[in-house]
């Protein structure tokens, strides 16, 4: 095997695995709720999964466009990684990749500078994690003709049918969940009812105990003792 054949697989595998990897960041981000959690699992595992995650599908990119750019079949060049449109090889689909690779440069700088930059620029930069899934996506299968059969090409429709069904569950989680201004009103009557209960179990309790009323208050006309 030459060395142009390694990096051409290398370039293939490491684009394959960084798009599986970065379908499952996208799952994980929509499937999350609002407090940052997945349903089952706290909060600091929901964390270090999503972190652990992103982190390996950002290796798996830059050596994806390392070894692309050093593959001697066809001339890319390091501007064309990180420019879009300016590769001379299939520029629309390279140029995609380019505009993918820069959003997820930008997620990595904002997410570093998190503490200076504060919470809702960055929470606005993050916005672009969805949009750099569908354009990998674009790129994956327009450069590469290997995603368009096989089981590659199953790979690829299985990790859009994931996406799409946790945007859906998404979607149909925040209709029917509350909106923020009924949630005190919803949790004031939850308390109110929890404490109607509380009450007539107390009452149910306490007659249990005391069936006729009578006897709390000393007649005792109705026992033996009291009849002629």
Do not use: N
């Not at 054949?5 to 981000?29: D, I, P």
């Not at 290997?146 to 799409?164: P, S």
Request: with cysteine.
């Amino acid at each position: 095997m030459t060395s142009s054949t390694a990096l051409w697989y290398a370039s293939r595998a490491t684009g394959v695995a960084a798009l599986v990897l970065l379908t499952v960041v996208v799952v994980l981000g929509i499937t999350a709720s609002r407090r940052g959690r997945l349903p089952g699992l706290p909060r600091f595992a929901t964390t270090s999964l999503h972190r652990s995650m992103s982190l390996l599908a950002v290796a798996f990119i830059a050596i994806h466009v390392v070894t692309a750019i050093a593959d001697p079949y066809v001339t890319i060049g390091i501007a064309a990684a990180v420019i879009p449109f300016a590769s001379p090889y299939k520029p629309l689909w390279l140029g995609l990749g380019a505009i993918s690779f820069d959003m997820i440069v930008a997620l990595i700088a904002t997410s570093l500078a998190r503490a200076r930059i504060g919470r809702r620029t960055w929470r606005a930069v993050h916005w672009l994690a969805y949009a750099c899934w569908p354009v990998a996506v674009l790129h994956s299968i327009g450069s590469s003709t290997d995603l368009r059969t096989g089981w590659l090409l199953i790979l690829t429709i299985c990790c859009c049918a994931a996406v799409l069904a946790a945007a859906s569950w998404r979607i149909g989680t925040a209709i029917t969940a509350p909106g923020r201004a009924q949630r005190p009103a919803r949790a004031l009557a939850a308390a109110e009812l929890s404490t109607a209960i509380e009450l007539s179990t107390a009452d149910r309790d306490a007659a249990d105990q005391w069936p006729d009323p009578r006897y709390r208050s000393g007649d005792h006309r109705l026992t033996g003792a009291g009849t002629r």
